[in-house]
T-cell receptor, first 111, second 110 residues
Framework: NAGVTQTPKFRVLKTGQSMTLLCAQD?????MYWYRQDPGMGLRLIHY???????AKGEVPDGYNVSRLKKQNFLLGLESAAPSQTSVYFC??????????FGSGTRLTVV | DAKTTQPTSMDCAEGRAANLPCNHS???????VYWYRQIHSQGPQYIIH???NNETNEMASLIITEDRKSSTLILPHATLRDTAVYYC???????????FGTGTLLAVQP
């Protein structure tokens, strides 16, 4: 019973590099979300999905792309990383009502 | 903008009740009030939610005013492990998405 698993937990990227963050949930949840959290701030919604094959933009989608090819996985991509994308990234999922289950986060540093 | 208004920080003595206020004066009729908390750098944790009526679970109680413009989260017997940032969020709807604010940092003092 893993819940929401985020991979990797830590990563350092050089400016211009690309990477994909993986979020996997084993609770058969329909809804999945990607947030970022900068120091001293609350969480900001990047992209979300209301079901397999669907994605939608959140508050701060620029510079990110997402895919939900399988119900249990939600991928967040950075095509060309920038220092402004240094942040902690949280994935969450929910089945009904926004009773989210969050992952433990991915700490990304872009140098 | 679906934000709420919360105090930046609060203190509470260990063993006492912690009462965290939240203002959501522009909440619409079908929006719920949700409370989450984030301990240190962990992922946020769901606490409780409500629409109109007061709610209670094993973690906390939620008191919503009759006009629904404000609410209070009550931790009945705060412990040091309750030190965290508490987020009051209004939302729901078809997308189930939540927009977080900056929350209240609750410091439980020994």
């Amino acid at each position: 019973n893993a819940g929401v698993t985020q991979t990797p937990k830590f990563r350092v990227l050089k400016t211009g590099q690309s990477m994909t963050l993986l979020c996997a949930q084993d609770m058969n949840h329909e809804y999945m979300y990607w947030y970022r959290q900068d120091p001293g701030m609350g969480l900001r919604l990047i992209h979300y999905s209301v079901g397999e094959g669907t994605t939608a933009k959140g508050e701060v989608p620029d510079g990110y792309n997402v895919s939900r090819l399988k119900k249990q996985n939600f991928l967040l991509g950075l095509e060309s990383a920038a220092p402004s994308q240094t942040s902690v990234y949280f994935c969450a999922s929910s089945k009904e009502r926004p009773r989210y289950t969050f992952g433990s986060g991915t700490r990304l540093t872009v140098v | 903008d679906a934000k709420t208004t919360q105090p930046t920080s609060m203190d509470c003595a260990e063993g006492r009740a912690a009462n965290l206020p939240c203002n959501h004066s522009t909440i619409s009729g079908n929006e719920y009030v949700y409370w989450y908390r984030q301990i240190h750098s962990q992922g946020p944790q769901y606490i409780i939610h409500g629409l109109k009526n007061n709610e209670t679970n094993e973690m906390a109680s939620l008191i919503i005013t009759e006009d629904r413009k404000s609410s209070t989260l009550i931790l009945p017997h705060a412990t040091l492990r309750d030190t965290a940032v508490y987020y009051c969020i209004r939302g729901g709807g078809a997308t189930n998405k939540l927009i977080f604010g900056t929350g209240t940092l609750l410091a439980v003092q020994p």
